[in-house]
């Protein structure tokens, strides 16, 4: 194993192996190519790929190593820990970790404030501190005056308050020269063979796999190919056919000196960091004079109303540019306004000069849903991509490239990172750039709701019953393109029923993107019927000799035996390590499994059997039928009562005749139906499954017995919540088992499956590290007395210690899912919580924004809270 701790190679000798020898002996073949190894992410995934015992890498850039044109080259190099979900904050604590332990990282720390006036980025401090405090970062509320005592040139009473990152600070002297001394390290210890101003002309991809890369220096077959070409990987990605989800966004840089305050220090920074958030903008000083970027104070800015975006083909040569290629000229009008904001705040920005030679417009990527994209092409096995990282991460995300290719798994569930999780209208051009230029509108403003929807790419997939909706007054919410109502306008009359059983709330945070008629709808069809649209559903089929066998392998329950056809069976898909990857259902027909998945996880999951079917052999052929096959979901206490009026054969509905969780064909309105008993809601009834052309007049059919529609937020949330069914990507990752998650079948399966080995080792243990858990808020009034209905991730509180809870493993218990339940009338959460913690009844405590709040244990692993069948709530 390499030591990262080992002194650094000089760049005299850099230069001499990569210039003067290894050019002129470019291999014509090699285990792994990384191609962009001279920026900092290539660089992190060759160091991690070593580390793991990876050698015969060939890294080449299209420039320097390390780069002199990438964005790499002109990064600002500092690292704040808060995000708003773990993995983002993971890979930033990592990196953090690593720069550190390799010397070139400074903790100065860093603050985020809020103006005077700007109550919402004070709401926003507030979030980003409790969700630091789930997922492992420090951050703490700060009030005027230690923010002036830390950033003595802020004017204090412009601030109302902010945050402080003792953990943030600066790559030092900077990522490109990080970058340049972990090529160093794996050139000197043999395993790495870097080649400067050697772009990648073409890929060689046979047979669906990657064979190699071509160069104008010569071809190098390779088994492996990594894409860390950073601004340019979607036209990497282009030379295997497909293309990238990621723009190139113009982030005006400016500087203003000079500014001597550290002269003699020999510091790179001298004042912590500084984050205006509200006017997009960040400064920091760059310390001393005689250091390679100091006695300046940098000032830089991201558009929100008129981003500057280009795609990379737009990009020019090395030799066309006055800078570089990834640095555009700054046009003064792009940053008047916001200047003259930060001058307010900051006036020494008016006192100093500034410097228009040194400021320029640096390149940087946006992504179309705020993710980097990461792992195996779809198109090409064996090629890999790591794009969209920034310095704060690279480190971390070389790590994830590095296990992921070596184990083919991460330790830290990367399903909202995976580039296979796209769906092919998400790839095409129009709507990469209206969402990305989204994101460039949030890049450093980022107070986004959790349930905040998209603007742009709506309306790309509808259910054949959406005019029906729209007359219905639905409210849209999209998913995976899908127009989903979570509500309908039209049903605001059931208020007048089940009104009191559903609170107004009263903050806005907590209303934003919520309709109150949801809650309503839910109590009605819970006294009669409801009908649900779910055509968002995911299908895929699964067909051939060996379809059976594929789903037996890749699934934990049962598929195979004939007691099997005709049944729809709920099951997992586990990873090497025995953790849950996948949550779906099976249906076993005559001549095929389908697969019904969920709307987020459909495009993995059928680019991971695809690829499991190829790795094992297997003849099968897999299908995506999602926009052919659409899905009504009918169910309450009057649901089979009320669809035997519609069913060409009402007794084949009888509960003698069809079994819970079988499968049964049936014809409504003249059109075939595939039938299944399950529910996902809690209530009898059924799932509807059928072709696209035939979902209009079945739900006519059942519309016109009187059925209230019901909106998707009972299905996705507060009924689910009541019933404390899990959620995949959310309730369930890679990072638990299915006995954490209460989710394991009472005995294993004879055959074999993926992570089975695993499985019956977490089955022997006595007791699990940690359970997943229903909380229950005791109190939901906060400090003013108005009363709070959360969203978004909470961290789960040892009231005792005021510490956020961790389990034997080191896994913080932060809530997975929540929302109000209207059935049982509290506000429910579910969270993986230490053994030791786990009892019904314990006292706990969640933090939402600033405030603490009482929660109860109320259910130890898969227990529900409203029991339908007796139509009473359980305490």
């Keep these: 194993m ?72 002109h990064a600002s190099d500092f690292c704040y820990t808060t995000a708003h979900d773990f993995l983002s904050t993971w890979t930033t604590l990592y990196s953090i970790d690593f720069y550190e332990k390799l010397g070139h990282y400074d903790r100065i720390g860093g603050l985020e404030v809020a103006r005077v006036g700007d109550d919402a980025r004070m709401d926003e401090i507030r979030r980003k501190v409790a ?41 030092v002297p900077r990522s490109q020269a990080v970058a340049g001394e972990l090529v160093d390290r794996a050139v000197a210890a043999g395993k790495l063979a870097a080649f400067a101003n050697t772009p990648a002309t073409a890929l060689v991809i046979e047979g669906g796999r990657i064979r190699g890369v071509v160069t104008p220096r010569g071809t190098i077959a390779a088994d492996h190919v990594v894409v860390c070409a950073g601004l340019w990987g979607r036209l990497i990605a282009e030379m295997a056919g497909e293309d990238l989800p990621v723009m190139p966004i113009d982030h005006p840089l400016t500087f203003f000196g000079p500014y001597d305050a550290f002269a003699g220090t020999g510091k790179e920074i001298g004042w912590p960091l500084l984050r205006d958030q509200g006017n997009s903008a960040y400064m920091r000083d760059t310390g001393d004079p005689t250091t390679s970027e100091g006695g300046m104070i940098e000032w830089g800015y991201y558009e929100e109303t008129h981003p500057r975006l280009c795609h990379p083909r737009e990009i020019l040569e090395k030799h066309q540019a006055r800078l570089s290629p990834s640095q555009r000229d700054l046009d003064m009008e792009q940053i008047l306004a916001p200047l003259e904001r930060a001058i307010e705040l900051t006036p020494i920005l008016g006192e100093l000069g500034y410097d228009a030679r040194r400021s320029f417009n640096g390149l940087l990527q946006v992504t179309a849903d705020g993710g980097p994209s990461i792992g195996e092409s779809r198109k ?27 184990d083919g798994r991460t330790g830290i569930d990367h399903a909202r990172i995976d580039v296979a999780r796209f769906y092919p209208h998400q790839l095409e051009e129009a709507f990469i750039e209206g969402r990305c230029r989204e994101a460039a509108q949030k890049v450093y403003n980022p107070a986004v709701h959790p349930r905040e929807p998209y603007a742009t790419g709506r309306n790309i997939r509808r259910s054949p019953f959406y005019a029906r909706e729209v007359e219905l007054g639905g409210h849209f919410m999209e998913l995976a393109g899908w127009e989903r109502a979570h509500g309908y306008a039209a049903n605001a009359h059931l208020l007048e029923t089940y009104g009191d059983r559903v609170p107004v709330r009263a903050n806005e945070w907590d209303n934003r993107h919520f309709w109150r008629v949801s809650n309503a709808e839910q109590l009605a069809m819970s006294d009669d019927c409801g009908i649900i649209n779910l055509s968002h559903f995911a299908v895929l089929d699964v067909e051939g000799p060996d379809a059976v066998a594929l789903m037996e392998w890749a699934c934990a329950a049962r598929i195979g035996g004939d007691a099997n056809l005709g049944k729809g069976i709920y099951t997992h898909f586990l990873d090497d390590e025995g953790n849950v ?66 069913v060409a054969d009402p007794a084949a509905l009888a509960p003698e005749n069809f079994p819970f969780a079988a499968l049964r064909p049936i014809t409504i309105a003249g059109k075939p139906v595939l039938a299944f008993r399950i529910s996902y809601v809690g209530e009898q009834g059924f799932e509807l499954h059928m072709a696209y052309d035939d979902g209009l007049a079945v739900w006519d059919a059942i519309r016109a017995q009187g059925v209230v529609a019901v909106g998707i937020e009972t299905y996705a949330n507060s009924r689910r919540m009541e019933k404390s069914l899990r959620l995949q990507n959310a309730d369930l990752t890679t990072e638990y088992n299915l006995f954490e998650a209460d989710l394991a079948r009472p005995k294993v399966k004879d055959a074999d499956f993926r992570g089975k080995a695993k499985h019956l080792e977490y089955r022997a243990r006595d007791k699990q590290p940690a359970i997943l858990c229903t909380l229950v808020m005791t109190d939901n009034d906060d400090a003013k007395g108005v009363a709070r209905y959360p969203v978004g991730t909470l961290p789960v509180i040892d009231p005792a210690t005021g510490e956020t809870l961790v389990d034997a493993l080191g896994r913080r218990s932060y809530t997975t899912s929540i929302a109000y339940g209207p059935s049982i009338g509290k506000n429910i959460a579910l969270a993986y919580l230490p053994w030791d913690h786990a009892q019904t009844g314990r006292k706990l405590a969640v933090q939402y924004f600033a405030d603490v709040y009482p929660v109860e244990v109320a259910a130890v692993g898969y227990k529900a809270l409203y029991d339908p069948e007796n139509s009473r709530p359980r305490s």
């Design 2 to 73: 390499l030591n990262i701790d080992s002194g650094p190679r000089p760049a005299a000798a850099r230069e001499t192996l990569i210039e003067e020898g290894l050019l002129a002996q470019l291999p014509d073949k090699a285990k792994v190519v990384v191609i962009g190894v001279g920026g900092i992410v290539g660089a992190s995934v060759a160091h991690h790929l070593v580390e793991r015992g990876w050698d015969d890498i060939v890294g080449i850039d299209t420039s320097g190593v390390p780069t002199d044109i990438g964005s790499t080259g």
């Design 131 to 171: 969700s630091g405090k789930a997922f492992g970062a420090r951050a703490r509320l700060v009030g005027p005056a230690e923010i002036k005592e830390r950033f003595p040139l802020i004017e204090q009473d412009k601030v109302q308050g902010g945050l402080w990152d003792p953990d943030a600070g600066l790559v």
């Design 380 to 406: 090409a096995r064996g090629l890999w991509y790591a794009v969209a990282v920034w310095v704060k991460d690279a480190p971390g995300t070389g790590k994830l490239v590095a296990d992921w290719m070596t």
């Design 581 to 646: 990857r996948a949550d779906l259902t099976v249906f076993r027909l005559e001549d095929r499994c389908r697969v019904v998945d969920g709307a987020d996880a459909g495009m993995r999951d059928f680019a991971y059997l695809r690829r499991v079917a190829a790795d094992k052999g297997f003849d099968v052929t897999v299908t995506d039928l999602t926009e052919k096959i659409i899905t009504i979901g009918v169910w309450g206490p009057n649901a089979r009562a009320t669809l035997q009026k519609v």
